[in-house]
């Protein structure tokens, strides 16, 4: 079993839709939490940690289930902008990073 | 500045080169990072260098030796590759070793073995 597993996507939704995305961790000794996304030939960029007590900013809701080691990114009124692959990203206390397979978003007009 | 910069941006080499890749940043950040993502693939973490200092190796091949010769500098020597060994590298750093750090990527150099 891989230690971050994600939706396999794609995703292909149109504009304005709401889209979600799911993550499960396997280490329960995980620390901190936190989607990317990552354009086509590009390096990944933090979109949004995640805290226990759910965040939002903008258009994106993040939630973090730690009983059920859960991870989910919610994208609100999707814009052709929004199309990336989205990562999600386990943290242990000493700094090691576990990336999830990500999942692709296509937005169409 | 959220910048870590990196060079080369492309390298081709043979199997029996030597080569080296470097990645900087200015944040005063005190981990470093190294990461190997190969194609639809995410990114796999290869070292963590804190404070200059070697946290966590991977199991990484010996082929490649990481150096972190200060606090703003971290460099991958690479040596007798294979053709699988090619893949984008990535730098990351963010201000602690520690699980709720944002870590800071860089734009990654394309390495192609042949």
């Known amino acids: 079993r891989k230690e971050v597993e994600q939706d396999p996507g794609p995703f292909n939704v149109p504009e304005g839709a709401t889209v979600a995305f799911n993550c499960t961790y396997s280490?329960?000794?995980?620390?901190?939490f936190f989607w990317y996304r990552q354009d086509c030939r590009k390096e990944p960029k933090l979109l949004m940690s995640?805290?226990?007590s759910g965040n939002e900013d903008g258009r994106f809701t993040a939630q973090l289930n730690r009983a059920s080691q859960y991870i989910s990114l919610l994208i609100r009124d999707s814009k052709l902008s929004d199309s990336a692959t989205y990562l999600c990203?386990?943290?242990?206390?000493?700094?090691?990073?576990?990336f999830g397979d990500g999942t692709t978003l296509t937005v169409k007009p | 500045d959220t910048e870590v910069t990196q060079t080369p941006k492309h390298l081709v080499m043979g199997m029996t080169n030597k080569k080296s890749l470097k990645c900087e940043q200015h944040?005063?950040?005190?981990?470093m990072y190294w990461y190997k993502q190969k194609a639809k693939k995410p990114p796999e973490l290869m070292f963590v260098?804190?404070?200059?200092?070697?946290?966590i190796n991977e199991s990484v091949p010996s082929r490649f030796s990481p150096e972190c010769p200060n606090s703003s500098l971290l460099n991958l020597h690479l040596h007798a590759l294979q053709p699988e060994d090619s893949a984008l590298y990535l730098c990351?750093?963010?201000?602690?070793?520690?699980?709720?750090?944002?870590?800071?990527f860089g734009p990654g150099t394309r390495l192609l073995v042949l």
């Open positions: 990351a750093s963010s201000q602690l070793a520690a699980g709720g750090e944002t870590q800071y």
């Open positions: 990203v386990v943290n242990t206390n000493a700094g090691k990073s576990t």
């Open positions: 280490n329960s000794a995980s620390q901190s």
């Open positions: 260098y804190s404070y200059e200092k070697l946290s």
């Open positions: 944040m005063g950040h005190r981990a």
């Open positions: 995640v805290y226990s």
